[in-house]
């Protein structure tokens, strides 16, 4: 017997009655919570995949769980003539795969939700005994398994894989209450992901209404006016189209060597691309200049309305420069400056990150193939054109939406953050038993 089943058992014995942070009303006068090893509570399943009779394969990815390998990889990665040492799992099994990342720093534990199907033996598989479990399901989501793993796993693992033995995972601690308190709070956290899926639904139903508008905002290729026109243009005539560079004062690249002055906790502002998100400026990871340095570069400082335009990793995604960082510097980025008589600064970041822009950008009229762009060939791209009027109405109706989904993705997070912050103190944790 391991040590750390020695341990888990002597937890038992003891039966330390705990309680978790959070109790729902008509549960405060019950029972302390117990800690029962997970052998004690379920089976690992040990049956392999005799003649290979089945041939779908799963795996347990972090972020979306237990999937079919051909769909999450796009392909078959274990082929027939491989699958017989495979195990089987049936569906509502759970899996424990010991490859670590930034998302599950012990490797995630996910419930089978799709199906029969065959794993790769490098996982662990295990079923529990009372088919309620789904507050085991949101138990693995929280981190309060995780210290028990680090303890149990050995010295010396590979540095993406954690390395436990089957018999110290089976005798991980798991926090039992009464049945009726452990499906109140399944049963709470279902409505609160039901929450969260609809929430989901809205944001993506606004960005696809925000692309089909863009898409009749805009001319089509080989088009001389938009499909779709605010009711007091319907009669102003066909759209002009102009190289951006006839319709800017300036278009030049943003400083390519800042990012070697830059890391300060003060100085001048930089703009890097991680910056520029969806049409707007995100400062949550600003830089800072040196002074000095910055000083032989003014001539490329920022003013308030210029576009940035990302020229490498995304092309193609751009945002205005709001009235704060007037006089800041972007690293590497596209800087535009138009011209505002004839051309709004809103419209081209709009029209930029529409279809027209980005077929422009990313290259698609050259067979699709992504090109990091310079400031010659945005000098080139056509800009299609209304009246100053017409462009910022436009601007000023996509901007209006960009304000809405940014509402409702806040809301979205915000009901992902209390969820996390829920489920971490719904259960008790196997710290305040070790200690």
Not at 190 to 201: E, K, T, V, Y
Not at 326 to 335: H, K, P, Y
Request: hydrophobic share 35%.
């Amino acid at each position: 017997m391991s040590s750390k089943q020695q341990t888990s058992d002597v937890m038992e014995e003891n039966k330390q009655a705990l309680l978790p942070k959070l109790r729902f009303p008509e549960f405060r006068e019950a029972e302390g919570w117990k800690f029962l090893p997970l052998n004690r509570l379920a089976i690992r399943a040990k049956q392999k995949n005799r003649d290979e009779q089945i041939d779908r394969v799963l795996t347990n990815s972090a972020e979306f769980g237990v999937v079919d390998q051909r769909d999450f990889f796009d392909k078959d990665i274990a082929t027939q003539g491989k699958l017989e040492g495979y195990v089987v799992v049936e569906r509502d099994s759970y899996v424990y795969n010991p490859r670590i990342s930034s998302t599950a720093p012990v490797g995630p534990i996910s419930k089978n939700k799709i199906g029969t199907g065959v794993m790769s033996p490098l996982y662990t598989v295990f079923k529990f005994k009372d088919e309620r479990n789904d507050f085991y399901e949101y138990f693995f989501k929280t981190t309060g398994w995780h210290t028990y793993m680090r303890q149990a796993s050995s010295t010396g693992a590979r540095h993406d894989r954690m390395a436990i033995s089957n018999e110290d995972f089976m005798a991980m601690p798991l926090p039992v209450s009464s049945p009726a308190e452990q499906q109140k709070i399944a049963d709470c956290l279902n409505s609160l992901d039901g929450l969260i899926a609809a929430q989901g639904r809205k944001v993506a139903a606004l960005k696809t209404h925000k692309k089909g508008l863009m898409q009749q905002l805009f001319p089509c290729k080989g088009e001389a006016k938009p499909r779709l026109r605010f009711p007091e243009f319907q009669n102003t005539g066909e759209w002009q189209t102009l190289p951006l560079a006839a319709l800017a004062d300036k278009i030049m690249v943003g400083i390519a060597s800042a990012a070697t002055h830059a890391y300060r906790e003060s100085g001048v502002p930089m703009l890097r691309n991680q910056n520029i998100k969806e049409g707007k400026i995100d400062d949550s990871s600003l830089l800072f200049i040196d002074p000095v340095y910055e000083a032989a570069h003014k001539n490329k400082r920022l003013r308030a309305g210029d576009v940035i335009t990302v020229r490498t990793g995304y092309p193609g995604l751009s945002a205005v420069v709001p009235d704060r960082y007037n006089n800041a510097q972007c690293f590497t980025s596209l800087i535009t400056r138009p011209k505002k008589s004839v051309l709004d600064a809103d419209f081209l970041c709009a029209l930029i990150n529409s279809e027209i822009g980005k077929r422009f950008i990313l290259g698609a009229e050259a067979g699709g193939a992504q090109k990091n762009v310079n400031a010659g060939s945005l000098e080139a791209l056509p800009v299609y054109h209304p009246e100053i009027p017409e462009q910022q109405r436009i601007a000023t109706c996509l901007s209006s939406l960009d304000e809405l989904i940014t509402a409702q993705t806040q809301k979205l997070e915000a009901l992902k953050t209390h969820k996390n912050g829920l489920m971490q103190q719904l259960f008790p944790t196997t710290e305040v038993v070790e200690a």
